[in-house]
C-alpha cells in the first residue's frame, strides 16, 4: 500500500474516533475509505472497521472514566440491553447483505435532524435532571438499538445519543461516555466473529485504528473538562447529520458536479 494511502487512512480514521466519541457516524468516514479509496468489498470492510471502531472506545471509554464521566452501575440495564441486540445484529450480519438497511438509514436520518433541532435546550441539560429509565421502556429501545449497531454499525452513535439524552435523560456528553462503553463492549465479540468467517483485514484495520484511537481520546478528554462541551456536542451532532443527509440524497454530488 503507498505512503499517502496509509496517511488518508490514518487522518481519516482520527476524524472518524473524534465523530464517534463526539456525535456518531465516523464509521461513514472509515467505510469510505476503505470501500471507495481501497476498493474493498462491502462485508470485508464491514469486518474491517470494527477493528478501528473497538481500539477508537476502548480509548474513549478509558479517558471519560479518568475524567469521571463514565458510571456503569447507573446505565446497566441499558449496557446489557444493547450489548445483547448487538451480538445478534452482528452474526445476521455476517449472512446477509446490509444494502436494505443503508436505503431505510437514511430516511432515519432524515427523522433524526428533525428530533435534534426540535426544542435544542433538551440536549443541553446537565446530569442532575436525569431520572431512572424503566425497564419496560430500556429494553425494547436499546435491544433495538445494539441489533442496528451490531448490524451495520453506521450511524448508531446518533440514535444512541437521541435515546439516552431525550428518553432516559443522561447530559450529552455523558450519554457519549455510557455509548463508547457500550460499542466497545459489543465490538470485541463482533471482532472475533468478523474474523471467524474471514472478514478483517487487520493491517488496514490497525492502521486506522491507530489514528481512532487518538482521536477518541483526545475528543473524550477534551469533552470531559470543557465546561461548554453540552453545546459543542450538540452543534458537531447537528453537523454531522445534515452532512450525512448531503451524502445519502446525493445533495453533495449535485453540488460538486
Same mark, same amino acid.
Given at each position: ?33 476503505? @470501500?471507495?479509496?481501497?476498493g474493498?468489498?462491502?462485508?470485508l %470492510?464491514?469486518? @474491517? ?12 471509554? %478509558?479517558?471519560?472514566? =479518568? ?12 449496557v446489557?440491553? @444493547? ?10 450480519? &455476517? ?26 435546550? =433538551? ?6 435532571? =436525569?431520572?431512572?429509565i424503566?425497564?419496560w ?8 438499538? /445494539?441489533?442496528?449497531? /451490531? ?28 455509548k463508547?462503553?457500550?460499542?466497545c ?5 463482533? !471482532? ?5 468467517? /474471514? ?18 481520546? @483526545? ?5 470531559? #473538562? ?8 450538540? #452543534?458537531?451532532?447537528?453537523?454531522? !447529520? &445534515?452532512? !450525512?443527509?448531503? =451524502?445519502?440524497? /446525493?445533495i ?6
Open positions: 500500500m503507498d505512503v499517502y494511502l496509509y496517511l488518508i487512512a490514518i487522518v481519516g480514521g482520527f476524524f472518524a474516533g473524534v465523530l464517534n466519541t463526539l456525535a456518531g457516524n465516523g464509521s461513514a468516514i472509515t467505510l469510505s475509505i476503505l @470501500t471507495e479509496v481501497l474493498m468489498p462491502g462485508n %470492510a464491514n469486518g @474491517t472497521n470494527r477493528v478501528g471502531v473497538f481500539f477508537q472506545t476502548m480509548a474513549s471509554t %478509558a479517558a471519560f472514566k =479518568r475524567n469521571d464521566k463514565l458510571h456503569f452501575g447507573k446505565s446497566r440495564i441499558i446489557i440491553s @444493547t450489548f445483547i441486540g448487538a451480538i445478534i445484529g452482528g452474526i445476521v450480519a &455476517i449472512q446477509v447483505s446490509n444494502e436494505q438497511f443503508k436505503f431505510v438509514f437514511k430516511y432515519l436520518m432524515l427523522a433524526m435532524l428533525f428530533v435534534i433541532l426540535v426544542n435544542p435546550k =433538551r440536549w443541553l441539560k446537565t446530569s442532575d435532571q =436525569r431520572f431512572e424503566s425497564p421502556l430500556a429494553i425494547p429501545i436499546f435491544l433495538s438499538l /445494539g441489533f442496528y449497531g /451490531g448490524f451495520i454499525q453506521m450511524g448508531m452513535g446518533i440514535f444512541f445519543l437521541a435515546a439516552t439524552v431525550l428518553i432516559a435523560k443522561y447530559d450529552i456528553i455523558e450519554a457519549n461516555a455510557v463508547v462503553l457500550i460499542v463492549s459489543y465490538t470485541f465479540f463482533l !471482532v472475533l466473529l468478523f474474523q471467524w468467517k /474471514g472478514l478483517i483485514d487487520w493491517k488496514i484495520g490497525l492502521i486506522i485504528a491507530l489514528g481512532q484511537s487518538a482521536g477518541g481520546y @483526545t475528543s473524550a478528554s477534551w469533552s470531559s #473538562r470543557y465546561k461548554n462541551a453540552n453545546l459543542w456536542a450538540y #452543534r458537531i451532532l447537528v453537523l454531522v !447529520v &445534515i452532512v !450525512v443527509l448531503f =451524502r445519502l440524497f /446525493g453533495y454530488d449535485w453540488i460538486v458536479n
